[in-house]
């Protein structure tokens, strides 16, 4: 678009936008973000089961190496038993392996857990064979439901047994 100065000149247009295609643009900057903004929301969830997946390997392992050292002591036939780690202290066992989830955490790093998880035991817990004890996330939608569970060996023979529930992170 040309126009005269007062001189009678004649210049080009300004170079800059209308308000109408300054309109359409911020709409679809609107659209583009919210199609975007679902998949950068559900990445907190995936971050929560990849370390909720992170530490259940860590708690087998930690338990694993207990075991390795209850065996070295023939503590693994016992149900009561105990052991003392260095740095740590002593734990008690169930037929060579950890006594509980708060046993475990304490292994695989008090820094570790204490930000983002928290222990909790069932009423009426004695560290009997087959209970359970369980580490969850404090910051998932359903901390209960984004948690590894642990049950105790129910004999000599039988491993713990390890549960990961994601259905609430």
Do not use: W
Request: with cysteine; charged share 15%.
């Amino acid at each position: 678009m040309e126009y005269r100065t007062e001189s009678g000149e004649i210049r080009g247009g300004g170079g800059g936008f209308t308000l109408i295609e300054l309109v359409v643009v911020i709409v679809i900057l609107g659209i583009l973000a919210a199609a975007a903004l679902p998949r950068f929301t559900n990445l907190s969830r995936e971050a929560r089961i990849a370390s909720l997946k992170g530490l259940e390997a860590a708690v087998r392992s930690a338990n694993t190496m207990i075991h390795a050292k209850a065996v070295m002591t023939g503590q693994q036939l016992r149900f009561r038993g105990g052991i003392t780690i260095a740095g740590i202290g002593y734990l008690a066992l169930r037929y060579g392996y950890a006594y509980g989830a708060s046993d475990l955490s304490l292994l695989v790093g008090h820094a570790f857990c204490k930000d983002d998880y928290s222990v909790t035991f069932p009423r009426g817990y004695s560290g009997n064979p087959g209970e359970t004890s369980m580490l969850y996330h404090k910051g998932a939608k359903d901390p209960l439901k984004c948690s590894i569970s642990y049950s105790l060996p129910i004999g000599e023979s039988a491993p713990p047994v390890y549960h990961v529930d994601t259905s609430g992170c």
